[in-house]
C-alpha cells in the first residue's frame, strides 16, 4: 500500500466509509497517517472515585462489586457493573452487549474509562472502554490512548483501526529528511514517529514524535521559501537604481521633521536593494505612527530620479486619500508629479490619468484597489508599494506588481510580528523592522473600564472637549453584519448627540456613507468643526488628526489587540497628553486578559507577539494567504525556536543543492508550487 493510494484500499473502507472520511479531508492513505489526534487519554491518570463530577473524562480503578444482566423488556439486555474503590461506586452500562458481562467476576480489578453521568443519585459511564489490570502491574501501566476529532458516522474505534492498518501495511513511507538533519537534531524516523504519534507509549515518547513530525512540516515549508528566494536571485531582471542623488535629497531636507534611527536604517535598507541586481522584495514592519509613509515617500522618489513611476496602493479610501495629501507635502515643489485614482474617481478625471500613466506625465499614483483594474498601464512602472498589506491578498499585491516589468516591490505592515517569523511566513520577502518612535510621543494611557464608569468617562470627554481637545468614539464591529455594525453606530452617535453631549458638535463617520460625505465629515474632524466623532472602524487606519486626545473603544473586546492598537494609534499624535478608553461589558477571563496587555504595553511588537501567543497559529493573518501548506503538527507560534532550527537545517540542504522538488510540489502544490518550478 502506497501513500498517494485512496483509502479504498484500507481493510473496511467501503465508498461510504470513503464519502464520510472525505468530509474530513481525508483521500489517500497519507491523509490518513497525517490525521493526528486532537489529544491522547491518559490512562495513567486515575480519579478518586469520591472525587468525580459528572461530565468529565475520567479514568477509574476498581474492583468489581456486582455485575447483573438485565433484560427490562424483550429486545433490550443491560449489563450493570459495579465498581468500588473505597471512596465510592460508579457503574459501568452496556446496552445490548450481553457478552461483555462475564469478563467482570466479583473482585476482579479493572481499569475504565469514559465520560461519567449521573443517574438517579448514582454515578455511571455508558460503554466504558476497560482493561483489566492487577494492582501489583498498574504502576507498569502506560498508555495513551488517542482521541481524533470526528464527524459523524466514524466511531472513534474505526478511525484508530484504520490509522493502524495503514501504518502497518504503508510501504512507501521512506524518510525524507536529510539523514544529517536527522542526526544533528536527535530526530525520530518518519515512520516510527508517525506510529508513535498516534499511538504513543508514553508522553516522552509521544513528545519525541510530534518535534519530528513539526520538524518536518517547518523544514520543508523553510526549503520552499528558501528556493523561491534563490530562484528569484537568479533572475537578473532588476531596474538597477543609482545612488540616490539630488531629487531623493532635496525629499529628505523637505521633510519637517528629521529621520529616526528606525526610519534612516529601513531606507538604506531599500537603497541597497534598489541598487542591487536583485528586484526588491522588502516588509517594513513598524508600529502605527512609526513614519513608514516618509519611508515610502523616499522609495518613491528614489524610483522617479531613476526615471520610473512608483505606485503606492492603501486599503481604504480614507487612508488612500490622507496618503494622497502627505505626498503632496512632501514634494512640494519638487519635480514628482503625484496623482490620486479610486473607485469614486470620476471617468472624466480617471481617463486623464490613465493618459498621463501612459505617456509618463505622472510619476506617483497613489491610490484604493482601483490601481490594479485592467486598464491602468504604466509607462515604465518601477516601484510598488502596499501599505498595510495585511489587509490585501497577496494575489491583489502581485495583480499591482504585473503592472511593471519586474518593479521594486515593497509591502509596509503597522501589525509587526517577531523578525523570524516575519522571515518565514512572509517568505520571500526581507524584512526591515523601524523599532522606535519619532521624538516627542507620550505614551497613550490607556484604561479598560465597564458601565459603571462610563458616566465618569463622559464626565472627562467633556472637559477634554471644553479644553479644546478632540474624541474619536469608536463602534464595534458586529460580526458578518454591516448593517448591524451601522446600526450601533448610529445609535451611539444619536445618544452622544441629543442626549450626553448637547453642547458639543458630534459627527458620524462609517463605511456605507458617500465617499463625498466621508470626506467632508473628516475634513470637518480635521479642522476642528466636529469636537467629537463618532465611527465604525473604517478610521482604524490612516487618520492623522493631532488634537484628537481620547480614543472610546466600544466593545473593545470585539476587536482584536492589534486592531485596537492602530486605533489608540490615532491619539497621542500631538503635544498633549491622550487616552485610550476601552469600554467592554464583557468578563471574561481572555477579555481581561487581553484588556490587561492593552493597558500595560504600548510597544506593537511585544503587543502583536503576545496577540500571537493568545490567539495561536490557527489565526494567524496571512499565513494561507501567502500559499503555506497546512501545518498539522506545527505551530507558527508555539514552535518558533523549533521553525529557526527547521529553517537552519533547510537552508543547509538547499545551499548543498537540494531541490526536494517531489516533497515540495507534492506539499505545497498549486500557486506557490508554481511560482518555484515553473517559468514564468
Ligand atoms: P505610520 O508608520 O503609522 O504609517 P505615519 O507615516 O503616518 O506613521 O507617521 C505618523 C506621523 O508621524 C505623521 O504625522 C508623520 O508626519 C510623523 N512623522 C514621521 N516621521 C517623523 C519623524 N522622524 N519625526 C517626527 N515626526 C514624524
Ligand atoms: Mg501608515
Redesign the pocket.
Known amino acids: 500500500m502506497h501513500l498517494s493510494d485512496s483509502v479504498q484500499y484500507i481493510k473496511g473502507v467501503g465508498p461510504s466509509m470513503k464519502g464520510k472520511l472525505s468530509r474530513l479531508g481525508i483521500a489517500t492513505v497519507e491523509d490518513l497517517v497525517s490525521f493526528y489526534p486532537r489529544r491522547y487519554q491518559d490512562w495513567t491518570k486515575i480519579t478518586k472515585m469520591e472525587e468525580l463530577r459528572p461530565d468529565d473524562e475520567a479514568v477509574i480503578y476498581g474492583q468489581v462489586a456486582d455485575m447483573r444482566k438485565i433484560t427490562p423488556r424483550r429486545g433490550l439486555t443491560i449489563v450493570n457493573v459495579l465498581l468500588i474503590d473505597g471512596t465510592g461506586a460508579v457503574t459501568l452500562v452496556y446496552f445490548n452487549q450481553p457478552w461483555k458481562g462475564d469478563a467482570f467476576r466479583k473482585g476482579t480489578y479493572v481499569l475504565a474509562y469514559g465520560r461519567i453521568e449521573y443517574n438517579y443519585g448514582k454515578l455511571q459511564i455508558s460503554g466504558a472502554e476497560t482493561e483489566f489490570i492487577s494492582p501489583d502491574e498498574l504502576p507498569s501501566f502506560q498508555k495513551l490512548v488517542p482521541v481524533y476529532p470526528l464527524t459523524e458516522g466514524i466511531r472513534i474505534s474505526q478511525m484508530r483501526n484504520m490509522i493502524s492498518f495503514a501504518l502497518d501495511h504503508v510501504e512507501d513511507m521512506e524518510e525524507n529528511l536529510p539523514v544529517e538533519t536527522l542526526k544533528r537534531q536527535h530526530l525520530m524516523g518518519r515512520l516510527e514517529a508517525a506510529r508513535a504519534m498516534h499511538n504513543p507509549k508514553n508522553w516522552e515518547e509521544q513528545k519525541e514524535a510530534r518535534r519530528r513530525t513539526a520538524f518536518e512540516e517547518l523544514f520543508f515549508m523553510q526549503a520552499g521559501i528558501l528556493l523561491l528566494r534563490k530562484k528569484r536571485e537568479k533572475q537578473v531582471l532588476s531596474i538597477k537604481c543609482a545612488p540616490s542623488g539630488k531629487l531623493v535629497q532635496a525629499v529628505r531636507e523637505h521633510?519637517?521633521?528629521?529621520?529616526?534611527e528606525g526610519?534612516r536604517q529601513a531606507f538604506s535598507d531599500i537603497e541597497d536593494d534598489m541598487e542591487g541586481l536583485i528586484p526588491m522584495q522588502r516588509l517594513i514592519q513598524?508600529?502605527?505612527?512609526?513614519?513608514?509613509?516618509?519611508v515610502a515617500a523616499l522609495a518613491l522618489a528614489k524610483i522617479v530620479e531613476n526615471g520610473y513611476q512608483g505606485a503606492l496602493m492603501a486599503p481604504t479610501e480614507v487612508l488612500a486619500g490622507q496618503h494622497y495629501h502627505?505626498f503632496q507635502e512632501f514634494y512640494r515643489g519638487l519635480p514628482i508629479h503625484v496623482a490620486y485614482l479610486s473607485g469614486q474617481t470620476k471617468t472624466k478625471d480617471r481617463n486623464e490619468i490613465l493618459q498621463g500613466l501612459l505617456d509618463g506625465s505622472i510619476d506617483v499614483l497613489i491610490g484604493t484597489h482601483a490601481l490594479i483594474e485592467k486598464d491602468v498601464v504604466f509607462a515604465h512602472l518601477g516601484l510598488v508599494i502596499t501599505?498595510e498589506q495585511h489587509r490585501f491578498g497577496v494575489r491583489q499585491r502581485k495583480a499591482l506588481e504585473t503592472k511593471g516589468g519586474c518593479p521594486h516591490t515593497l509591502v509596509?505592515t503597522?501589525t509587526p510580528i517577531p523578525r523570524t517569523m516575519a522571515l518565514s511566513i512572509y517568505g520571500d520577502l526581507d524584512v526591515s523592522s523601524?523599532r522606535g518612535m519619532?521624538?516627542?510621543r507620550h505614551p497613550v494611557k490607556t484604561y479598560a473600564i465597564g458601565s459603571s464608569m462610563l458616566r465618569r468617562v463622559f464626565n472627562f470627554m467633556g472637559r477634554e472637549m471644553t479644553a479644546g481637545h478632540q474624541v474619536y468614539v469608536v463602534c464595534p464591529l458586529v460580526e458578518k453584519s454591516e448593517k448591524q455594525d451601522l446600526a450601533s453606530a448610529v445609535a451611539v452617535y444619536e445618544e452622544l448627540k441629543d442626549k450626553v453631549f448637547p453642547m458639543f458638535q458630534v459627527g458620524l463617520v462609517h463605511g456605507r456613507m458617500k465617499n463625498s460625505d466621508k470626506e467632508r465629515v473628516m475634513e470637518d474632524f480635521h479642522g476642528g468643526k466636529i469636537n467629537l466623532l463618532v465611527a465604525t472602524s473604517v478610521i482604524e487606519v490612516?487618520v492623522?488628526v493631532?488634537n484628537a486626545t481620547i480614543m472610546f473603544v466600544y466593545g473593545a473586546d470585539r476587536f482584536g489587540l492589534s486592531q485596537l492598537h492602530q486605533l489608540r494609534?490615532r491619539v497621542g499624535?500631538g503635544k498633549s497628553q491622550s487616552y485610550c478608553i476601552l469600554f467592554s461589558d464583557n468578563h471574561n477571563e481572555v477579555t481581561e486578559t487581553r484588556m490587561k496587555l492593552m493597558c500595560e504595553i504600548q510597544d506593537g511588537f511585544l503587543l502583536s507577539e503576545k496577540d500571537l501567543l493568545l490567539r495561536g497559529s490557527g489565526e494567524f493573518f496571512g499565513y494561507h494567504q501567502h500559499g503555506m501548506p497546512d501545518l498539522k503538527a506545527a505551530d507558527i507560534v508555539r514552535d518558533l525556536p523549533l521553525l529557526e532550527m527547521a529553517r537552519k537545517e533547510a537552508k543547509r540542504a538547499v545551499d548543498g543543492g537540494a531541490d526536494f522538488k517531489e516533497e515540495l510540489s507534492h506539499r505545497f502544490g498549486g500557486a506557490f508550487f508554481k511560482r518555484l518550478y515553473e517559468d514564468e
Do not use: E, H, W
Open positions: 521633510f519637517p521633521f528629521r529621520l529616526t526610519q513598524g508600529d502605527v505612527g512609526s513614519g513608514k509613509t516618509a502627505t501599505d509596509m503597522a523601524i519619532p521624538p516627542g490612516g492623522n493631532p494609534g499624535r
